[in-house]
């Protein structure tokens, strides 16, 4: 005998909780990197060299929930505040955010994170979403979902605890620019193609540059098969959207 409509999804409700609720039992703390893993890519000699600074970058990843009963979850915001990197530009340029096509084909830089060192939905990131990110996970929440995203079934991040882009090609002139990138994330290599803008300024510890630029990425492409719950009915979107906001400093 079929069930009424109410009844049937107050059954898959219920059935749903309990899969959340036994996905976030406690497992073990991911292993430590590999040499290499999550490491920076040789910074290439001479040049002018530039630092990521951490405290004033951001790298923002943005997932999507999808399925029948999505209403159940949450989109999420994962952010890096760890995040590694250089920029090196040819020593005769002298604004870097104003660089020909020449120098820019002489520029390089690289990118790397660690995966356990990622943040999730800090509600200061949240905020400015605006309604699709209204919805503020608990503490417990966030924590069953960190430990799916760094488990084995998504990021696997005990055997690939590293994130890293470098440069292969830059393309464009002056405040413009498209770069060709090589992406190595769990255990694949990929390249993409990464809109960037660069511009100047001033702080009180001297000259910063600051690279910003968005793109999207698909879990799949990576070898990486996104949370899915009930059959589909609760699942995460293969598509991430992906911001960079980086604050660069002279070496």
């Not at 029948?68 to 994962?78: D, E, F, K």
Request: with cysteine; charged share 20%; proline share 9%.
């Amino acid at each position: 005998m079929s069930l009424a409509p109410p009844r049937r999804r107050a059954l898959l409700v219920a059935a749903a909780a309990l899969l959340l609720s036994a996905c976030a039992g406690p497992v073990p703390s991911a292993a430590p990197s590999a040499p290499g893993d999550d490491h920076l890519a040789p910074e290439p000699v001479g040049g002018a060299q530039w630092r990521v600074d951490p405290a004033g970058s951001l790298l923002q990843v943005l997932a999507f929930r999808q399925g029948a009963l999505s209403g159940l979850g949450h989109n999420h915001v994962v952010t890096a505040p760890q995040l590694q990197g250089w920029l090196q530009t040819p020593a005769e340029a002298a604004d870097p955010s104003r660089l020909s096509a020449a120098q820019l084909a002489a520029t390089r830089f690289a990118l790397a994170l660690r995966l356990d060192e990622l943040q999730l939905d800090d509600p200061v990131r949240r905020a400015p979403l605006g309604p699709a990110f209204a919805s503020v996970p608990g503490p417990d929440a966030i924590a069953a979902t960190r430990t799916n995203l760094l488990g084995e079934a998504m990021l696997d991040a005990a055997r690939f605890p590293g994130l890293r882009v470098q440069s292969v090609a830059l393309r464009g002139e002056g405040a413009h620019v498209l770069a060709e990138i090589e992406i190595d994330w769990h255990g694949q290599r990929r390249r993409w193609r990464l809109p960037l803008t660069l511009s100047t300024g001033s702080s009180p510890e001297g000259q910063v540059l600051r690279v910003q630029g968005q793109m999207a990425l698909r879990l799949t492409d990576f070898g990486i098969q996104p949370l899915s719950l009930l059959g589909g009915m609760l699942a995460v979107q293969d598509d991430l959207g992906v911001t960079l906001d980086l604050l660069l400093r002279p070496r």
